[in-house]
C-alpha cells in the first residue's frame, strides 16, 4: 500500500480534495502545489516507481521459492485505491491478505489509517478474507543496509573540504504533534532508525529533523528540515546530508521539499547540501521487503 499521487496535471485537484478529506483547495492552495509539481518536471514519479516495487517484490518472493504469492498495488489517496484493490482480490478468490505499507514507520495517522481500511474493505468483500499488516519495518536490516550505503555515497559526494564535518538529518514526514500526547510510536521509531544507521556507518554528527508538514492550524512535529539547516549553519556546520529515511521513493516531498526547497536553503546559508539516493526498486530493500512478508505469513500461520 502506498500514499498516491495524481497520474496527471489534470487529476491534481481531484487527489489534493481527497487528501483534505473532501474539501477542495483554495485556488491559491491549488496553483502553489502546481508550482511544485512544474518545479520537478510536471510530474511525480512516484507511482512508476511504486508499480516497480510492486513487480520486483513479486520476484523476490518468486526467488525466495514463493511464486505463488501474488503482488498487488493498493494507495491511499489515488487509483488504484485500497479499497478497490482488496475487493478485487476478493473477487478473485482470495482468503488471506498481507498488507504491507510502503513506509517503514508506524504511526496511527499512516499505517493505522491504512490497516483500517484496507480490513474494512475485506469485511464488505466477498468471502471475507481475513487481512493481516506489518506494524513496521523501521530497523529490518535490508532497509538499513539501503541507507548506509546510500548516506556513504552522499558523504563521498560532498567537496573533499566539507565532507569531514558534515552533519547528517535523518527525515520523515511531519505529523500532527498532538501524536506525542498519544504515545504514538513514530517518532522513536524514526530515532532507532537513525541511530541504526549511524551506529553502521559511524557516524558522530546527526539527528533528526521533520519535513513536508501539512498547511493546517493545528502545530506539527518539528524541527522542520529547514528550520534544522538554519540552526545548523548558525552553530558551524559546513556542510549538511539529509537522509529521508522515512520515504522509499522519489516523489514531491523528496524532490521538491528537499532538492529543490532545502538546497536552495542550504545555498543561502553558505553550507554543502546533499540528499541520499532514495531506495525506489533497489533489490537489497525488495528482497528485504519479501522477508517481511514472509514473516507476516508466518505469524498468521501460528495464530491461526
Known amino acids: 500500500m502506498a500514499y498516491g499521487t495524481p497520474a496527471g496535471p489534470e487529476e491534481l485537484e481531484a487527489y489534493y480534495t481527497h487528501i483534505r478529506r473532501g ?129 556513504e555515497d552522499a558523504l563521498r559526494a560532498l567537496p573533499a573540504e566539507a565532507s569531514g564535518g558534515a552533519h547528517v538529518l535523518f527525515t520523515a514526514h511531519s505529523l500532527p504533534k498532538r501524536i506525542l500526547d498519544e504515545d504514538d510510536p513514530y517518532p522513536a521509531q524514526l530515532r532507532e532508525t537513525a541511530a541504526a544507521v549511524a551506529a553502521r556507518t559511524g557516524l558522530e554528527r546527526w539527528s533528526v529533523a521533520w519535513q513536508s508538514a501539512g498547511r493546517t492550524p493545528e502545530p506539527w512535529i518539528g524541527p522542520d528540515v529547514l528550520q534544522a539547516l538554519g540552526e545548523l549553519a548558525a552553530s558551524g556546520a559546513g556542510a549538511v546530508v539529509v537522509c529521508p529515511a522515512g520515504f522509499v521513493c522519489d516523489h514531491l516531498e523528496v524532490l521538491y521539499d528537499l532538492d529543490v526547497e532545502a538546497g536552495a536553503r542550504a545555498r543561502e546559508l553558505g553550507i554543502a547540501f546533499a540528499r541520499t539516493a532514495s531506495p525506489n526498486a533497489d533489490p537489497r530493500l525488495l528482497g528485504a521487503l519479501a522477508h517481511i512478508v514472509l514473516d507476516q505469513l508466518a505469524q498468521d500461520a501460528a495464530a491461526a
Open 23 to 151: 474539501r477542495p483547495p483554495t485556488p491559491e492552495l491549488l496553483a502553489e502545489l502546481r508550482r511544485r509539481y512544474e518545479a520537478i518536471g510536471g510530474h511525480s514519479p512516484l507511482l512508476e516507481l511504486t508499480r516497480a516495487q510492486v513487480a520486483g517484490l513479486e520476484r523476490a518472493l518468486a526467488d525466495a521459492g514463493h511464486p505463488d504469492i501474488p503482488v498487488a498495488l493498493g494507495m491511499k489517496h489515488a487509483a488504484p485505491f485500497i479499497e478497490d484493490t482488496v475487493t478485487e482480490l476478493a473477487a478473485g478468490g482470495a482468503r488471506q491478505i498481507v498488507g504491507l505499507v510502503l513506509a517503514p514507520h508506524y504511526s496511527r495517522l499512516s499505517v493505522g489509517e491504512y490497516t483500517e481500511r484496507a480490513r474494512a474493505a475485506a469485511a464488505a468483500a466477498p468471502g471475507q478474507p481475513a487481512v493481516s499488516v506489518v506494524r513496521s519495518w523501521h530497523l529490518a536490516p535490508g532497509y538499513v543496509d539501503c541507507l548506509s550505503v546510500a548516506l
